[in-house]
């Protein structure tokens, strides 16, 4: 298993990023196994609406295809989102990213924009990054070029109508419920077509795909071949959680995922360290510490030299030693 983000060391080998995107790339901690421990994320709940019914997803939880299941994500305004960035980064300036990931699809929510509107007027520096089932990833391509994403998840399950079929329940349409192989159709034609559009425009794509036995396990290797084809930067192939109409699925173990991921690995780079987060973490992949104590977060020290000089006048306003 390849211990190092390959693609940043071979940078000449790499589709056409610019130093500002692969310095990007370098502190997502998704993106680049080696700045996972270094650099973390804040997520921001701010997209409770989804407009497709997965059958592995319980609709009062976080949106299964990019976090963790049977959480529920407190959903905050815009306005909150803001104040929430505010105070973690300001305790935290190792934060180099700010996610919307759910708890729906952030496509799905006119406030995922709004959000990184006024994230990105305040935070120019931080990297925005968004999950998506992507069905509205063409049409919402200008909102999210316009509003500075520039590292984009799409979960995409299956390529194949007829196993696509199977994952999702239903999904809704320009204001239409369409079923079966016919939303499978729209969904994976869209995805695929937005996919492309955004490698063109320059966002670094990620693509999550939810390992699930016995109905796309012996395809997710024609989905790499795929991704490879559109240019995708990385692949997550994640475990299933057994939940909703897929309770009775038993979900893939440590060594079936791993044989997948190898499969996968010659035409998309894999990504092996993913936590599947709730979408309102933040902090290190490995310490959310939205679920930490807040005796426990003053605990986690700063990463970097540069970070330490930032946070100097706070820690010193707090009358902290970092040490
Ligand atoms: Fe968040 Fe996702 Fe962006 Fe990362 S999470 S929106 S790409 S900033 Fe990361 Fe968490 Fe895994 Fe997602 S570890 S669930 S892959
Ligand atoms: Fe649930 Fe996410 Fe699927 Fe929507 S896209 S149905 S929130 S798992």
Redesign the pocket.
């Known amino acids: 298993m390849p211990e190092e983000n390959e693609c940043l060391d071979k940078k000449d080998s790499c589709p056409a990023f610019s130093d500002e995107l692969l310095r990007k790339i370098a502190e997502?901690?998704?993106?680049e196994q080696k700045a996972q421990h270094r650099y973390g994320?804040i997520?921001l709940a701010v997209a409770p609406k989804c407009n497709i019914q997965c059958n592995f997803c319980v609709r009062e939880f976080d949106c299964v295809n990019?976090?963790?299941p049977g959480v529920t994500s407190k959903v905050l305004t815009p306005e909150e989102a803001l104040e929430k960035t505010r105070e973690v980064l300001a305790e935290y300036p190792f934060i180099k990213?700010?996610?919307?990931?759910g708890p729906g699809d952030p496509l799905a929510n006119d406030a995922t924009f709004e959000t990184f509107e006024l994230i990105k007027k305040e935070f120019p520096q931080l990297t925005l990054?968004?999950?998506t089932n992507g069905l509205m990833l063409p049409e919402k391509l200008q909102d999210i070029l316009r509003v500075g994403v520039s590292?984009l998840?799409v979960t995409v399950n299956a390529i194949d109508p007829e196993i696509q079929a199977k994952i999702v329940n239903h999904i809704v349409y320009h204001g239409k419920v369409y079923r079966g192989v016919e939303a499978a159709e729209i969904q994976i034609k869209n995805q695929l077509a937005g996919i492309k559009a955004a490698v063109d425009a320059g966002i670094v794509v990620?693509v999550?795909t939810v390992l699930v036995p016995g109905i796309n396990d012996k395809h997710v290797v024609e989905i790499a071949r795929k991704m490879n084809e559109l240019g995708v930067y990385i692949m997550?192939v994640?475990p299933l959680i057994n939940q909703g109409a897929f309770a009775d699925i038993e979900p893939p173990t440590a060594e079936e995922r791993k044989a997948v991921q190898e499969a996968c690995e010659p035409y998309v780079l894999q990504?092996r360290?993913?936590?599947?987060?709730r979408a309102d973490?933040y902090g290190l992949?490995s310490q959310d510490m939205s679920q930490m104590s807040e005796e426990r977060r003053k605990l986690i020290k700063i990463r970097t030299k540069e970070d330490m000089e930032k946070a100097k006048p706070i820690l010193e306003k707090n009358g902290k030693d970092h040490a």
């Open positions: 997502h901690p998704c993106y994320r997520h990019e976090s963790r990213v700010v996610g919307i990931a990054c968004m999950s590292t998840t990620k999550n997550n994640m990504m360290h993913c936590r599947q987060c973490a992949l």
